[in-house]
C-alpha cells in the first residue's frame, strides 16, 4: 500500500529551518510512504519481528532518564501474566516476553515522542492552521523552528516532535515539588497551575527562577517547606507568585503558578492557543474516529463521551450534517462537552447527562422525545470508547490503584457494549476502544463480543496504523490482524532533538510518530442482523 504525503506547501522558512527535510526534492515534489515497516505473527514456533527504522532515529536510542512506572505488586504481576500468557511465550519465548514487558514498564513512565493536534476542519482547513501554528511555535520557541507535519494517513492531524530529554539545564537552589498529575502535564508541555503544586522553598518570591520535580509517590505534604523524598527533574520556570501567595489558602488561585521557561521535554502549550482550530489529542483517538468512518446525515451515539475530543471529531467528519448524541454521566463532563462544541462551531451534537448502561429504553410507552433512554437499533454508528484501567497513558511514572480497581472495569465495559449492540441498527457500526494495555480489557473482551453476539462480525480498520491484536485471548491470527493495539513498547526510547530531525527523513518521522504514542486499542464490528430475528 503507497499513500501520497506531498509537502509542496511548506514555506520558505520551515525549509531553512530544517534542510534534511524540507530542501530534498522528492520532498518538495511529493514523497511516498511504503510500508517497509511489519510486525509479523509466525503462530508456529516463532514471531518475527521485521521492523525497518531507517535516518537518524536509528542512531540515537537512548536509555530511559526516568524509574519505570511504579505499581503495586499485585497489579504490575497481573499486568505480567497478561503479557506472558501461553500463547505469547509460545510464539516468543519467555525471555522475549518478559523482556517485552519490562520495556512497556520502562515506555510508560517517559512521554511520548511527539505532540498531536487534530484541525478543526468544520472552520478552517488544515494548511492555513498549519501556517497559524507554525508562527506560535516560533513565539513559544524563541525563534526555534520546530516542523509541523500533516499526518499522511490522516489528513485532519498535525504532528510536532518533542525535543527531549534536553541537556544541561541547570538545576536551581529554589525548588518547587509538584503532584504526580502536574508533573506528568508538565512532561506534555503544560505550565504549572496553582492547584498542582505541593511544596515551595521558604525563600521564594514572585519572578524566582525555580526548578520543578514531580513527586511521584505521593509522599510530599502540602505546603511543605523542602522535601528529601522520591522526585524527578521536570526542568525550570519563573514562579509567578510567592510561596505565601501559593499556600494562602485562597480558593481562586487557580492560574499559573510556575510558567516552565526550561523544560525538559520541550513540547508546546495550548493553552488557549488556536481553541477554536485546534483539539490537542492522542494520536491513537483522532485514528478512533476515522475508523468509525461517519456519514453526513446519519445518527451516531457517542456512549462515553467526556471530554468530547471524539464527539467532535465525529460531527467535523460529518461536515456537521447528522445527529450525534453524547453522553455521559458525569454532570460537570457533560458541559465540557457542550462548552467544546460550542468553541468549535458545532451544531449537529447533542449532549446528555445520563448513565450509558442504561441508555436502552425498556418501557416502550414511555416518550423521552429524542432524549435517552433510546429505542432499539435506533443509531446508525456507535462509537464505545469504554471507561477502563488507563493503563496506557503516558508518561505515568507511578499508580498508586489497587488490583481491585483495575479489574474492576472488564464487568462495565461489558455493559455498556450490551446497551451499544442493542442500540446499533442491523448494518451498523460499532467501534470499541480503550486507552489502556490489559489484555482483559482488549483481547479478552472481543473474544467474549463475538461469542454472546454471534451476529456481529468483526471488520478491518482503516486507516491501520497501529500494530496487531495481542495473543492470549484464543482469538484467531486473522482477527488479531483486523484490531489495533498501539504499543508503545514496539520502538526504543528516543532522544529527539534539532540536528537528528534535519537529517531525519520524513517517513521515518510519520512512522516514529505512529509507534512512540499511548497504549491503545480499537476494535470494529458490524451488525449483521437485527436482534429482533432472533427474539420475535
Not at 478512533?288 to 461517519?294: F, G, K, M, Q, W
Not at 462548552?339 to 442504561?358: P, Y
Request: one cysteine or more; charged letters at 20%; a positive charge.
Amino acid at each position: 500500500m503507497r499513500c501520497s504525503f506531498a509537502l509542496s506547501n511548506l514555506t520558505r522558512r520551515e525549509r531553512r529551518g530544517f534542510p534534511g527535510i524540507w530542501w530534498s526534492r522528492h520532498v518538495v515534489g511529493g514523497i511516498h510512504l511504503s510500508r517497509r515497516r511489519s510486525l509479523q505473527f509466525r503462530t508456529r514456533k516463532s514471531i518475527v519481528l521485521s521492523v525497518f527504522l531507517g535516518g537518524e532515529f536509528s542512531s540515537r536510542k537512548k536509555m530511559s532518564i526516568f524509574p519505570r512506572i511504579s505499581l503495586r505488586l499485585e497489579v504490575e504481576n497481573y499486568l505480567k501474566e497478561g503479557f506472558m500468557n501461553k500463547e505469547v511465550v509460545l510464539a516468543f519465548g519467555k525471555q522475549e516476553a518478559e523482556k517485552k514487558f519490562e520495556t512497556l514498564l520502562n515506555h510508560l513512565s517517559h512521554p511520548p515522542s511527539f505532540t498531536t493536534v487534530r484541525v478543526n476542519t468544520h472552520l478552517a482547513s488544515v494548511q492555513h492552521v498549519k501556517a497559524l501554528l507554525f508562527d506560535e511555535l516560533q513565539k513559544q520557541f524563541n525563534g526555534l523552528s520546530v516542523p509541523i507535519l500533516q499526518h499522511p494517513d490522516l489528513q485532519d492531524v498535525l504532528l510536532i516532535p518533542v525535543i527531549g530529554p534536553r541537556k544541561n539545564i541547570k538545576k536551581q537552589q529554589c525548588e518547587v515539588i509538584v503532584g504526580a498529575q502536574c508533573g506528568n502535564a508538565v512532561l506534555r508541555g503544560a505550565h504549572v497551575y496553582v492547584p498542582g503544586i505541593a511544596s515551595a522553598s521558604k525563600f521564594m518570591k514572585a519572578g524566582d527562577v525555580v526548578s520543578v520535580y514531580s513527586d511521584i509517590k505521593g509522599k510530599c505534604k502540602k505546603g511543605a517547606k523542602e522535601f528529601d523524598g522520591t522526585k524527578v527533574f521536570l526542568g525550570n520556570g519563573i514562579s509567578e507568585l510567592s510561596r505565601k501567595e501559593i499556600f494562602s489558602g485562597l480558593p481562586e488561585l487557580k492560574g499559573i503558578g510556575i510558567r516552565m521557561t526550561e523544560p525538559l521535554y520541550l513540547s508546546p502549550s495550548f493553552d488557549s492557543v488556536l481553541s477554536s482550530y485546534l483539539f490537542l489529542q492522542n494520536l491513537p483517538s483522532a485514528v478512533v474516529t476515522h475508523v468509525l468512518d461517519p456519514q453526513p446525515g446519519e445518527k451516531i451515539l457517542d456512549l462515553c463521551a467526556a471530554p468530547g475530543g471524539k464527539t467532535t471529531h465525529i460531527a467535523a467528519l460529518m461536515h456537521d450534517q447528522g445527529e450525534v448524541i453524547a453522553l455521559d454521566k458525569i454532570a460537570n463532563k457533560v458541559n465540557k462537552i457542550k462548552q467544546n462544541a460550542l468553541l468549535l462551531g458545532l451544531n449537529s451534537i447533542r449532549a446528555f447527562c445520563f448513565d450509558g448502561t442504561k441508555a436502552l429504553k425498556l418501557d416502550m410507552a414511555e416518550d423521552t422525545e429524542g432524549e435517552p433512554p433510546f429505542l432499539p437499533e435506533s443509531f446508525d454508528r456507535i462509537l464505545l470508547d469504554a471507561p477502563c484501567s488507563g493503563m496506557g497513558q503516558r508518561p505515568n511514572m507511578a499508580c498508586s490503584w489497587t488490583l481491585k480497581e483495575v479489574t474492576s472495569y472488564q464487568p462495565l465495559q461489558r455493559k455498556l457494549f450490551t446497551v451499544a449492540v442493542k442500540l446499533l441498527k442491523p448494518g451498523g457500526v460499532l467501534v470499541y476502544s480503550t486507552c489502556t494495555v490489559t489484555l482483559a480489557e482488549n483481547e479478552e473482551q472481543v473474544a467474549w463480543a463475538l461469542t454472546t453476539f454471534p451476529f456481529l462480525q468483526l471488520q478491518s480498520q482503516e486507516p491501520q496504523i497501529g500494530g496487531e491484536g495481542m495473543m492470549g485471548a484464543g482469538l484467531s491470527f486473522e482477527q488479531l490482524k483486523q484490531l489495533q493495539r498501539f504499543d508503545p513498547s514496539v520502538v526504543p526510547l528516543q532522544d529527539m532533538n534539532i540536528d537528528s530531525l534535519r537529517e531525519a527523513r520524513v517517513e521515518d518521522i510519520v512512522w516514529m510518530a505512529n509507534k512512540d504514542c499511548i497504549g491503545f486499542f480499537i476494535a470494529k464490528f458490524v451488525k449483521c442482523k437485527s436482534i429482533q430475528e432472533d427474539n420475535p
